[in-house]
């Protein structure tokens, strides 16, 4: 249930206040819109947008702001998760955010000049970095915060009263899972302080969405989170579709629920088997990588793409499930059954496992909430909020699955969620199989999905809805909407400006990877530094989907 | 050569070329130093894994270190503001050292044509070979890996092919 309002600039604060106090208290994302190639003059050039989530995890606000001016009174004093996510508005469109402490860009690097969202900047304007931030400033700001260092009257900082040492980890480095770089500064092997920066995967998803149509985006959605690509291309078409206001047959919806469960599986596969990997525990990485080999071939055979499969369209997918899909997938949930049943014998009752991840980089539900951590790594933390019990599409509603929580919210509880929602969604999987119907996998609207081949090569009207299809995309009706599912990592949301065209005239990706990367410093501070690695690789970060 | 044939007596003497001898010994012992950035290091996760195993092939020892490393396998995509970074590494490596760019990013930015990605990695260091795909089938990466291993048997590429290379942050 979403609502959308307008309010004005300078009652702005003051109204998400109150909504934090009448329980919206979980935020999903700030994005600006940049009206000025719109078809219809706005208010103002540029408008500011929050979207909040109520506690019950059913309502959401979408709250616009006309902007007379490039500044905004900041949020960060309501949500510590609104920290990072000013912080890319300020560098995709440059709007300012008064009292936030940390005003710097976090995507593009330090010597870009100019905002890349604006619309006046051209998509392939490029420009090279020759600098390496030195993080300094902001590491002496933490340290300041935590009185480890003093400053002087000049500005400058004095010297440490421990003696720290500091330490880049990545932004190339084994343990960074991509790259990201994460700058300590060290007591021994006790981290003190943590600054992170990222934005190195930073490949304009967002600006590229905007002159592409709305099928050529499914391909860009793919490299989001690439460890589970169907799971994006379901989370973008539904959203669409939802906007178009058209419902896909209940077999079409069936086979979006399997295929995202089998995806989850796929993405929980991977994370485990690295951090796994980065505890020391190399056999298990056979054991749990293996098995998503399987999922490989059963995804060849029915999307004819290993990892970046692009199965779905708008209003529906590509091909229905292939002659031999059952019995392939039941090979490879049996594999994925073997495998996981073997780690876990290696690792349920190992003292080193235990003692590596229990009471790590530990994470309470209400900082979870307030920082805006989502899927996995928020229900470890005790907070059972899952959206296909929440907000149920799809038919969820009809499964039968538990939701895993953790009690502690550490790297333990991070990784034991994930185990028991692959053994969840390996139920789920079966339950659609015995109860899949029989129909149509897309809906029946020329204007919305392709014709069949027979059609374009026969008759005149196929050609002709081909050719419009391909060439100007789904006209999808003007307006904003934001609409999302729970993929694999948590909400993974799109924001979308439509113009009546079919190009999007907007796009932002609420993504989960981003928000958790946000949290991530705060989480490793006062743990060694070999608790970092596992805490990064337990928050499963994937760069494409953290970076866009 | 023919070291490889069986039956050979143990005390042969065998007469042949030095440079023919180390690219011999240079063939299967490549390490490689894997820049993995995006999506094609997923694939270079299946590459070392069981299925393709990539030890068949003497290149399993991947180094993270680019001091200990030979071969410098760029995985995904590269953007600006990792250039200087990728530079870094790749200067950091001792000669005689390889590139190979795997999947479409690497190789030309793919279909990321935008004000963020380099337009290729070969804007800014030199590369042997290049891997299409997006990402590649772990296959075409192992093929990439022969294909370059003949070739350093063979001692076709010279220390000095890259002499006149000029990248986009050389000498700024």
């Not at chain 1, 979980?26 to 600006?32: M, N, S």
């Not at chain 1, 139920?427 to 081949?453: C, F, H, W, Y």
């Amino acid at each position: 249930m979403s609502n959308y309002i307008t309010i004005a600039i300078e009652n702005l604060h003051v109204f998400i206040e109150e909504k934090f106090a009448e329980g919206f208290s979980y935020l999903l994302d700030i994005t600006a819109i940049d009206y000025s190639e719109y078809i219809e003059a706005q208010e103002e050039e540029f408008a500011i947008v929050y979207i909040i989530r109520h506690k019950d995890f059913k309502q959401i606000l979408v709250i616009k702001s006309y902007l007379a001016a490039l500044e905004v009174q900041s949020i960060t004093d309501i949500f510590s998760g609104a920290d990072w996510l000013e912080r890319e508005v300020y560098d995709q469109y440059g709007i300012k955010f008064k009292g936030h402490k940390n005003l710097r860009r976090v995507l593009n690097h330090c010597a870009f000049v100019g905002h890349p969202l604006r619309k006046s900047y051209p998509i392939t304007k490029g420009q090279l970095s020759l600098c390496v931030d030195d993080l300094q400033d902001e590491m002496n700001n933490r340290l300041l915060g935590k009185s480890v260092v003093c400053k002087l009257e000049d500005g400058s900082f004095s010297d440490c009263s421990k003696d720290l040492m500091f330490l880049n980890l990545g932004p190339s480095h084994p343990a960074s899972h991509g790259t990201i770089r994460t700058y300590l500064a060290l007591d021994g092997e006790t981290i003190e302080a943590a600054v992170i920066e990222i934005g190195y995967l930073h490949r304009g998803f967002e600006k590229s969405c905007e002159n592409h149509t709305y099928n050529q985006i499914i391909p860009y959605t793919d490299r989001l989170n690439y460890c589970s690509a169907i799971s994006n291309n379901i989370a973008f078409a539904k959203t669409v579709e939802d906007m178009l206001g058209v419902t896909l047959h209940p077999r079409g919806q069936a086979i979006r629920v399997l295929l995202l469960e089998l995806s989850r599986i796929e993405d929980h596969l991977v994370c485990l088997a690295a951090i796994l990997v980065d505890m020391g525990a190399m056999t298990n990485y056979w054991y749990m990588y293996n098995p998503r080999e399987t999922i490989y071939e059963l995804l060849s055979k029915l999307t004819g793409a290993r990892l970046t499969n692009s199965y779905m369209r708008i209003g529906g997918m590509t091909n229905d499930l292939h002659e031999e899909f059952e019995s392939d997938l039941n090979n490879a949930l049996l594999k994925v059954k073997e495998g996981v049943d073997e780690t876990l014998s290696l690792i349920k009752h190992n003292r080193i496992f235990h003692d590596r991840t229990q009471n790590i980089g530990i994470i309470t539900p209400k900082d979870a909430i307030n920082a805006s951590l989502t899927g996995p790594n928020l229900r470890a933390s005790g907070v059972a909020y899952d959206m296909r019990k929440d907000s149920p599409y799809y038919g969820y509603e009809n499964y039968e699955f538990d939701v895993a929580v953790g009690s502690v919210g550490d790297v333990y509880d991070r990784i034991m969620v994930r185990f028991e929602e692959i053994k969840q969604s390996t139920s789920i999987i079966n339950q659609v199989m015995k109860t899949m119907p029989e129909g149509e996998i897309n809906v029946k609207d020329a204007s919305i999905v392709l014709p069949n081949k027979e059609a374009v090569y026969t008759t005149i009207e196929g050609v002709m809805n081909q050719f419009k299809l391909t060439y100007e995309g789904v006209k999808v009706p003007a307006g904003e909407y934001y609409g999302s599912i729970e993929a694999t990592n948590g909400e993974l949301g799109f924001f979308i400006v439509s113009d009546g065209s079919g190009t999007p005239y907007k796009v932002k990706v609420k993504a989960p990877s981003f928000t958790a990367i946000s949290a991530y410093a705060d989480m490793i501070e006062g743990f060694q530094l070999a608790d970092a690695v596992l805490t990064l690789g337990s928050l499963n970060i994937i760069a494409g989907e953290m970076d866009r | 050569m023919g070291l490889a044939e069986p039956g050979l007596p143990l005390d042969t003497a065998i007469v042949t070329k030095l440079e023919e001898a180390i690219g011999w010994a240079r063939e299967s012992s490549l390490w490689p130093m894997i820049f993995g950035t995006a999506c094609c290091a997923i694939e270079f996760m299946s590459v070392a894994a069981s299925k393709y195993d990539i030890s068949r092939f003497g290149a399993e020892v991947v180094r993270f270190s680019p001091r200990q490393a030979d071969l410098l396998i760029v995985a995904g995509t590269v953007t600006y503001k990792q250039g200087p970074i990728l530079k870094q590494i790749y200067d950091q490596m001792s000669e005689p050292k390889w590139v190979i760019s795997m999947g479409a990013c690497a190789s030309s930015g793919g279909f990321y044509d935008n004000y963020s990605t380099m337009q290729g990695i070969d804007k800014i260091i030199p590369v042997d070979l290049y891997v299409g795909g997006c990402p590649p089938r772990p296959e075409a990466l192992l093929d990439a890996l022969l294909t370059l291993q003949a070739d350093v048997k063979t001692n076709k590429y010279n220390p000095d092919r890259h002499k006149d290379f000029k990248g986009l942050l050389d000498n700024v």
